[in-house]
């Protein structure tokens, strides 16, 4: 019991004095996922568009596909990616294992299935009256993308966050393929929160991992009272 | 309202975000301009677990204006990123392997380092009854006890190919058995933590078990534990630290000349005496000794302690 009071005040004084290392660590974390979900998001987006309202075979087959993909393991992605950009993997020559942007690509992977998936159904979702009314007025094709874009924008920015809150809490990946590196400059640390909280506890550094879970978990709430707030509309 | 509650929460997560930007980025060194070499190396657990690593990259970095990205795997994992030509150099403790990884024509210009002693560690009430005694008979003492189901008696091995898990296979080797059919599975007395050193005493001592650690770790990690050492002598305990370069010749765009300077650096006066003197201040012992006079004792090549790579 002592440990854990211990730890929580020890985690206050990390945060609120802005330890560098563990102010490090969030920035990180926030600045690898964002990267991936707005790289995500910038794929899925118009996907998710084209699956919508194009007309192809294998469409069904390849929505059922993408819904079958949202419980994709983070560690499988992490297998994977080690596998294609480790030096004799047929992308070693980039370089990129044991790096942030091997992270940022792991995790943009991993919430590709989920976003594009919800993309689909936000437009989906779409009154048929909007629809019809818009065929009506004679919009053209952009037209017609952006008035449902802007109708369904609220339930594409829950994908985007749902997108980001599976990013930031994921584990599996980030360590296979960044390796949890704690190297004297920011960019070429890639110790995330998820990372450093599984390394800190499994050594016994409870107050770091404390005051870590605790940001981790402000920003996933955060995330899901945004979510929240955008479903009541 | 809404809406406002959302923008709300994003201007939260903005202004965390450049607070963090900005005292994340403030720790950096200032950034000289030229572009710095950077340094891979996979370790084991131990040189990193014991701050050790740590300690010595930062003398390293600021000698030779470089960056060194450090990931620790233990021996076992560590080797496979050397071979698979993910670092540029390695520093682990496993002789038999390293010869094999050099035979292979993976590894190139090995140096020893550093040395210090395995011990048995486990819990002060000590249920098995092998304090003192000699490491194989330990070791056997422990699994008799443990197959017989005697309360308390359970062994935490780190079960993940590190060079410490290695020693481990030899000891129970040494002792008559067959590691994966007498030891491996054979009962709950057993358990393989798949974890780094650090982590498995951590471990160990949640459950008051049993385990085999380098000394190094043990001490760095003493105070949160609760476990003693019970078996401390025997020349199969000898454990020795090497670091080598990954062979340019199968990957020649790996950065050989700043390996070539960590692994002369390793083997320097300097860092000959920072090693010695490492961690005496803060636990009252070395963690790790110099290999620089002891290569005789410790049964490698003057060569291999003392020369330069050129």
């Known amino acids: ?233 | 309202m809404q809406r406002r509650t959302l923008f709300a929460v994003a201007a939260v997560m903005v202004a965390f975000l450049l607070i963090c930007g900005c005292t994340g980025t403030t720790s950096d060194p200032v950034s000289t301009g030229t572009e710095k070499q950077q340094l891979r190396i996979a370790t084991t657990t131990s040189l990193d677990d014991t701050k050790l690593l740590n300690h010595l990259s930062t003398i390293f970095e600021k000698q030779y204006n470089a960056e060194v990205l450090v990931v620790s795997a233990g021996t076992g994992k560590a080797l496979e990123y050397g071979q698979r030509g993910d670092v540029d150099v390695l520093m682990v403790h496993d002789r038999a392997r390293e010869d094999t990884f050099i035979a292979d024509g993976y590894g190139i210009n090995r140096r020893v380092f550093a040395y210090n002693y395995f011990i048995l560690v486990g819990p002060e009430s000590d249920p098995a009854g092998i304090k003192g005694m000699e490491p194989t008979k330990a070791f056997a003492a422990l699994r008799e006890k443990g197959m017989a189901g005697e309360p308390g008696v359970t062994f935490v091995s780190r079960g993940d190919a590190s060079g410490t898990h290695s020693k481990e296979q030899a000891i129970w080797k040494k002792a008559g058995l067959n590691y994966s059919t007498d030891v491996q599975g054979s009962g709950d007395w057993y358990l393989e933590a798949g974890k780094g050193m650090g982590a498995t005493l951590a471990m160990a001592n949640e459950k008051q078990a049993y385990t085999l650690s380098d000394i190094g770790t043990y001490l760095a990690y003493k105070g949160d534990l609760d476990l003693v050492t019970l078996v401390d002598e025997g020349d199969i305990l000898l454990n020795v630290y090497c670091a080598m370069q990954i062979n340019p010749e199968k990957y020649p765009d790996i950065n050989s000349t700043i390996a070539k300077d960590w692994v002369n650096f390793m083997i320097s006066d300097d860092v000959q005496k920072e090693i010695a003197s490492f961690g005496v201040d803060k636990y009252g012992q070395p963690l790790f000794y110099a290999a620089q006079n002891d290569w005789a004792k410790i049964g490698v090549t003057e060569a291999e302690v003392t020369d330069p790579i050129k």
């Not at chain 1, 910038?42 to 309202?53: D, E, Q, R, S, T």
């Not at chain 1, 047929?90 to 976003?115: C, E």
């Not at chain 1, 920011?186 to 995330?192: D, E």
Request: proline share 4%; glycine share 8%.
């Open chain 1, 1 to 233: 019991m002592y440990e854990i009071i211990e730890g929580f005040i020890e985690a206050a004084r990390l945060i609120v004095t802005f330890d560098p290392d563990v102010m490090a660590i969030a920035a990180r974390s926030i600045i690898v996922s964002f990267t991936a979900t707005i790289i995500a998001t910038l794929i899925a987006v118009p996907f998710g568009a084209v699956i919508n309202f194009g007309t192809f075979p294998g469409r069904k087959s390849l929505i059922n596909l993408i819904q079958t993909l949202y419980s994709l393991p983070t560690v499988i992605v992490g297998l994977l990616i080690f596998l294609l950009i480790s030096r004799v993997g047929p992308f070693g020559f980039l370089r990129l294992l044991f790096t942030p942007t091997a992270m940022i690509i792991a995790q943009t992977v991993l919430i590709l299935p989920i976003m594009t998936g919800l993309t689909i159904s936000a437009l989906s979702g779409v009154d048929p009256v909007i629809r019809d009314t818009l065929y009506s007025l004679g919009a053209t094709r952009l037209q017609f993308l952006v008035n449902i874009m802007k109708e369904a924008r609220f339930a594409i920015l829950t994908a985007v966050a749902v997108g980001f809150g599976r990013a930031i809490s994921e584990v599996g990946a980030a360590i296979l393929v960044g390796g949890n590196i704690m190297a004297s400059s920011f960019a070429s640390s890639t110790r995330t929160l998820t990372t450093a909280i599984s390394l800190e506890t499994s050594m016994g550094n409870i107050p770091t991992s404390i005051a870590l879970g605790i940001i981790l978990l402000a920003i996933a709430l955060g995330v899901n009272l945004a979510i929240t707030r955008m479903q009541h509309r």
